[in-house]
């Protein structure tokens, strides 16, 4: 499996932003699809983001015009830039690795946004 080092949340007010970090153990150029899931207390884990096996670049619909998932293959590394954020954008944030013929997780990241 891939392994996954998340990186990057913390504590931040209303409206502030934050910047998700996703190193991968070995090269994400090959990898089929890698994004970003989030799991709030007592709730599914949900996909937030993410690049598909088919090229496109997908969005939940609460992200939509405020989080950007980008890759640097160079670095093995995934971002979410995550601007406005709400309260309920407060969860556990994970990255996802799927090279076809198994999933990666990593251990999360905690984002917390006061309002």
């Known amino acids: 499996q891939v392994q996954l080092v998340e990186s990057g949340g913390g504590l931040v007010q209303a409206g502030g932003s934050l910047r998700l970090s996703c190193a991968a153990s070995?090269?994400?150029?090959?990898?089929?699809?890698m994004g970003w899931y989030r799991q709030a207390p007592g709730k599914q884990r949900e996909l937030v983001a993410g690049?598909?096996?088919?090229?496109?670049?997908i969005y939940a619909d609460s992200a939509k015009g405020r989080f950007t998932i980008s890759r640097d293959n160079a670095k093995n590394t995934v971002y979410l830039q995550m601007n406005s954020l709400k309260p309920e954008d407060t969860a556990v944030y994970y990255c996802?690795?799927?090279?076809?013929?198994?999933?990666?997780w990593g251990q999360g990241t905690q984002v917390t946004v006061s309002s």
């Open positions: 996802n690795a799927d090279r076809g013929w198994d999933v990666s």
């Open positions: 070995t090269s994400i150029f090959s990898i089929n699809s």
């Open positions: 690049h598909t096996s088919g090229g496109a670049t």
